[in-house]
């Protein structure tokens, strides 16, 4: 299980940038990491705008002359690589002029509720901060709750909140709605034990990070956590108080009670590869083979006559079960645990042409099928895929059944242990 972080933010943080009232935010470039005069393409540049600003990992900065104060005429763009509270750097990604000592401006960051804004900034800023600067980010904003687990005025407002400042950013994308419901049996009290499943859950829906957060109430302030769940780096807990004051109603008006889902039984899956492994006895079958399998391709054609093959074998085999790979790079077995419901199965190879144990070509068209599994019962599964590559009969059968284990009893002799007692005798 990875570890989870938790951080503890004060209220103090980020709040000296109000609440934006302009338009744009506007910052100086103060020098560059190789300390050139002018600063090219590629080259990294100092700002003096970062966290304090809204700034994040991988916003994008336009670049404006110092003379030209209406912003009119843009002369480059560099996107923040490194950002601390009131720097960053920023690497020139356009330029139609040598950049000096210019104007960066970006959109301010907008936001509603200053006291909620500094612990979803913390979140925001953590979630991008493992992902290359150029990588847009997938994130689903999950529903917060109260002690009781349920869902309120405010539960609603935190939500609408974090989706605010998280959506302005380019690069963080909505998941939309197609979201599996079978997230929804978890509550956040839950997500460090359950993890992994959580992130098994996203990752079938090609949802990088899930956010979601629970308080309390507790004499007259809000205790907030806030949980990210991140399917390739470390999970992560933002704690906050806040005061209560400004809530009034909106902390007790419970929009949706709780109510408790059934939870996925989960299904143990032994995923068997089964390759055909082909041998062609004489140079008249090898023949037929090249004919068929160039279909008058005589660039394939000539490749496969200058080789001398006799065997004909599955290679680069790959398989996905909801986006996740399978690798059978050590075995030909793997064990995976699904939950019950529908999987997407899909399966690709290509043909190598062999002789012996000795791989000479490699045909760079890909075979490739699809199946749809719906499984509805908590039966341990064999799902089979036996890939044939042979020219005419190429194919991907799957076969799925359930796993039978079988036992043998075996009756084994008692050993019986006896003593002998000696007994002396006495003979006249």
């Known amino acids: 299980?990875?570890?989870?972080?938790?951080?503890?933010?004060?209220?103090?943080?980020?709040?000296?940038?109000?609440?934006?009232?302009?338009?744009?935010i506007q910052g100086h470039i103060k020098g560059?990491?190789?300390?050139?005069?002018?600063?090219?393409?590629?080259?990294?540049?100092?700002?003096?705008?970062?966290?304090?600003?809204?700034?994040?990992?991988?916003?994008?900065?336009?670049?404006?002359?110092?003379?030209?104060?209406?912003l009119l005429d843009p002369i480059g763009r560099c996107?923040?690589?490194?950002?601390?509270?009131?720097?960053?750097?920023c690497e020139v990604v356009k330029m139609k002029v040598e950049i000096e000592n210019d104007t960066v401006t970006i959109d301010k960051l907008v936001y509603n509720d200053p006291h909620l804004f500094a612990a979803i900034f913390q979140m925001l800023t953590k979630v991008v901060e493992p992902y290359a600067p150029q990588k847009d980010i997938t994130v689903y904003i999950h529903s917060i709750y109260d002690e009781?687990?349920?869902?309120?005025?405010?539960?609603?407002?935190?939500?609408?909140?974090?989706?605010?400042?998280?959506?302005?950013?380019?690069?963080?994308?909505?998941?939309?709605?197609?979201?599996?419901?079978?997230?929804?049996?978890?509550?956040?009290?839950e997500y460090a034990e359950s993890n992994k499943v959580i992130e098994d859950y996203i990752r079938k829906d090609n949802i990088d990070v899930i956010i979601t957060g629970s308080y309390r109430v507790k004499n007259d302030k809000v205790e907030i956590s806030l949980y990210k769940v991140d399917k390739n780096w470390e999970d992560i807990i933002v704690d906050t108080t806040v005061n209560s004051a400004p809530y009034g109603d909106?902390?007790?008006?419970?929009?949706?009670?709780?109510?408790?889902?059934?939870k996925e039984q989960n299904i143990l899956c032994s995923i068997l590869f089964k390759p055909v492994h082909y041998k062609a006895t004489d140079r008249d079958e090898r023949n037929d083979i090249i004919v068929s399998e160039a279909k008058k391709d005589p660039f394939l054609e000539y490749s496969l006559k200058?080789?001398?093959?006799?065997?004909?074998?599955?290679?680069?085999?790959?398989?996905?079960?909801?986006?996740?790979?399978?690798?059978?790079?050590?075995?030909?077995?793997?064990?995976?645990?699904?939950?019950?419901?529908?999987?997407?199965?899909?399966a690709s190879f290509k043909k190598g042409y062999y002789f012996n144990d000795s791989l000479l070509f490699t045909n760079d068209n890909?075979?490739?099928?699809?199946?749809?599994?719906?499984?509805?019962k908590p039966e341990n599964l064999v799902i089979e895929a036996e890939v044939n590559p042979v020219p005419g009969r190429e194919?991907?059968?799957?076969?799925?059944?359930?796993?039978?284990?079988?036992t043998k009893q075996v009756i084994k002799p008692v050993l019986q242990k006896e003593t002998v007692k000696q007994v002396e005798t006495f003979k006249d």
């Open 1 to 24: 299980m990875k570890a989870i972080i938790v951080l503890f933010i004060s209220m103090s943080v980020l709040l000296s940038t109000e609440c934006f009232g302009n338009e744009l």
């Open 148 to 189: 009781n687990n349920n869902i309120t005025k405010f539960s609603e407002t935190l939500q609408k909140e974090i989706k605010k400042v998280f959506y302005q950013k380019k690069r963080i994308k909505p998941a939309g709605k197609d979201v599996a419901r079978a997230l929804f049996a978890y509550l956040p009290s």
């Open 32 to 70: 560059n990491l190789d300390s050139k005069v002018r600063i090219l393409l590629g080259d990294k540049a100092i700002v003096d705008i970062g966290k304090k600003e809204g700034i994040i990992k991988g916003d994008i900065l336009n670049v404006y002359r110092n003379i030209d104060t209406k």
């Open 306 to 346: 200058r080789i001398d093959f006799n065997i004909i074998s599955p290679v680069g085999f790959k398989l996905k079960i909801d986006n996740i790979d399978i690798g059978f790079e050590k075995s030909n077995e793997y064990e995976l645990s699904l939950p019950t419901g529908k999987h997407e199965i899909t």
């Open 79 to 89: 996107a923040i690589v490194a950002i601390y509270d009131t720097t960053a750097i």
């Open 395 to 406: 194919n991907i059968d799957f076969k799925v059944y359930k796993k039978v284990v079988r």
């Open 250 to 262: 909106l902390l007790s008006t419970v929009t949706l009670s709780y109510k408790s889902m059934e």
């Open 366 to 376: 890909e075979i490739k099928k699809s199946i749809v599994l719906l499984l509805d």
